[in-house]
């Protein structure tokens, strides 16, 4: 019987902790066409678009996969709403270009329709807002079968009554409402499977290990060197182009050349809040225009996601911590749009990351270009910065196609717009035959729910784990989350710390009012066990999340952004606990 081609894909992206052993060893012995600097969407993106050309390709990440912005957005696949107002109609074009080919053939186990409402105060709203988002559905479908829409239905507009109806928290005053659809993605999960997709093209990828400097022979670039964060030593890693992707991170790089890079980023932070699913009553999310941002009300599974602050963020890139200030505004903005009084007390969790925008001269961070941009400071060496989460694919061919012009006219073009990733294969077959696989994994329907939703076709892998071991389909605590799937991310996914499994593999330290801090025994007994941790490294590794968690708390409590950030930054990294006391 032949192997299938998604199994054995599979076993190829496999991030196992030996495979990041083999990797170590690669980056120090052999020569890159293109080395990727940055694990976000973009740089990930990027490391599959060169690997699937056949390029000899290798990834490094400082921290682990998705750490910094990537896990801290909206969720959103879409086209930006938004942008049409602004007339940016190229830009909602490529969007919903990218959102029709996720939603429908390149991520569909990870993709998927959300509806939302557009309440409505007057009638000139209800022509202005509606002529725009029927605008929206025609850019759409004009992009041909599928290619915009995603199978997203066309928005509808609906009375007063309809609107409540739909959402029975929304404020009783409004005058009706227009639905429509764009797509939501838990954004942790497509940075893991990208970059396990790159490592299934034979991509070298490897997290916790920290560009710190650039090489050059005879004037010309020649390569990276690296620290290995977990052990602290350096490599030098050859290439003969190198990729920068590393979004707020950007200027940081750049000043480690001689000239200037030719690009500036500009962090501007995102704050949402998490809320229980039974804290607002509603089927569908909310847009709504704030004075100073646009609100998002958007159902996550069994939460709500309360979002987002814009505001200029120029203190520490690694730690962008959310204030009382923050967390209030959003509790009563969302609280003038629905009918009811929000409370912090009902807030699971926090989260805040930052946005790379491309630098204005004057302008506000909220009027910065959402566009990416490809520069060559030096031949051979690229940065790539801007855009957002649905156009990362856009931003990596970009990027490697600035590349390849430097390694030949052999390189063929761009051909991710074909590639489905990770797990997505077949979506559509395993989603339709997830009744008979949970009658022969003899777990739940809805067990089989979730991690297709979540691993697409690799959920088989989950399953026969399950299978072998049962006491594995046992839930993380009280989620939805099964233990199981705290051996995959140790085993499969790259996870190396307690934090890359609760915060990025699983979302407990956001989505459990105590923060993921009850699961953290009973996870870092799990991983450990593939990890070869002996007791006093996983007794570090819950104390450095306990930590962690509380310093995060307390800068919920602060005032303003300075204070946030002191009391965050009283949390302290594992490498640095680890290099104060040695274990092992």
């Not at 186990?109 to 605008?135: D, I, M, Q, T």
């Not at 000239?259 to 229980?276: D, F, I, Q, T, W």
């Not at 967390?327 to 930052?354: H, I, M, N, P, T």
């Amino acid at each position: 019987m032949r192997t299938p081609v998604s199994w054995t894909r599979s076993q190829a992206g496999r991030l196992s902790p030996e495979r990041r052993r083999a990797d170590l060893e690669r980056l120090g012995r052999e020569e890159f066409d293109v080395l990727v600097v940055g694990g976000g969407a973009t740089g990930a993106g990027a490391a599959v678009d060169a690997a699937s050309r056949g390029l000899k390709t290798a990834l490094v990440e400082a921290r682990d996969l998705a750490s910094g912005t990537s896990s801290r957005s909206s969720k959103l696949v879409h086209g930006g709403l938004r942008y049409l107002e602004q007339l940016e109609l190229g830009l909602v074009h490529e969007a919903l270009t990218e959102r029709g080919l996720l939603a429908g053939s390149l991520a569909p186990h990870l993709v998927r329709p959300v509806p939302f409402l557009l309440p409505l105060k007057g009638v000139w709203e209800r022509a202005y807002y509606g002529a725009g988002v029927a605008a929206y559905d025609v850019l759409a479908s004009a992009l041909g079968p599928g290619r915009g829409r995603g199978g997203l239905p066309w928005h509808r507009h609906l009375s007063r009554a309809g609107a409540l109806r739909a959402f029975p928290d929304l404020d009783p005053r409004v005058r009706g409402a227009i639905r429509y659809y764009d797509a939501q993605v838990d954004d942790a999960r497509l940075v893991v499977s990208l970059a396990r997709t790159a490592a299934s093209l034979g991509a070298t990828v490897v997290t916790s290990a920290q560009a710190v400097g650039f090489g050059r022979e005879r004037g010309r670039l020649s390569g990276v060197e690296v620290l290995d964060v977990e052990a602290g030593v350096k490599r030098f890693v050859k290439a003969r182009t190198v990729v920068c992707a590393a979004g707020v991170w950007s200027d940081e790089l750049a000043r480690m050349l001689p000239e200037r890079s030719g690009m500036a980023v500009k962090a501007s932070k995102g704050v949402h809040l998490v809320l229980p699913g039974s804290a607002i009553r509603g089927s569908a999310g909310i847009i709504s225009r704030t004075k100073w941002s646009v609100l998002f009300i958007i159902p996550w599974d069994r939460h709500w996601l309360v979002g987002t602050t814009d505001t200029a963020w120029d203190l520490d890139p690694a730690h962008p911590a959310a204030s009382a200030s923050d967390v209030a505004y959003l509790l009563q903005q969302a609280s003038d749009v629905l009918g009811k009084r929000l409370d912090v007390s009902e807030v699971e969790g926090v989260y805040a990351g930052l946005r790379p925008l491309l630098r204005g001269e004057t302008e506000e961070t909220s009027k910065l270009s959402r566009e990416h941009a490809v520069v060559e400071p030096e031949p051979g060496l690229f940065f790539v910065a801007g855009g957002k989460l649905t156009t990362y694919r856009i931003m990596a061919r970009d990027a490697v196609d600035a590349a390849a012009a430097r390694l030949g006219p052999d390189v063929p073009a761009s051909g991710t717009h074909l590639l489905p990733l990770l797990g997505a294969d077949g979506f559509d077959v395993y989603w339709s035959a997830r009744a008979r696989m949970a009658k022969r994994a003899k777990v739940s329907v809805e067990v089989v729910e979730h991690l297709l939703r979540r691993y697409g076709n690799l959920a088989s892998q989950l399953l026969q784990m399950v299978a072998e071991q049962p006491q594995l389909a046992r839930p993380v605590a009280d989620s939805d989350y099964l233990r199981a799937e705290i051996v995959y991310a140790a085993r499969y996914e790259g996870a190396l710390h307690l934090d890359d499994l609760l915060t990025r593999r699983l979302r407990l330290s956001i989505e459990s009012f105590d923060r993921g801090t009850r699961a953290a025994m009973d996870a870092a007994a799990l991983a450990g066990a593939v990890l070869g941790w002996e007791e006093p490294r996983r007794a570090l590794e819950v104390e450095t999340y306990l930590h962690r968690v509380d310093a995060e708390r307390r800068s919920q409590q602060q005032p303003d952004d300075d204070a946030a950030e002191t009391a965050r930054l009283a949390a302290v990294e594992l490498r640095r606990l680890a290099r104060a006391r040695p274990i092992g």
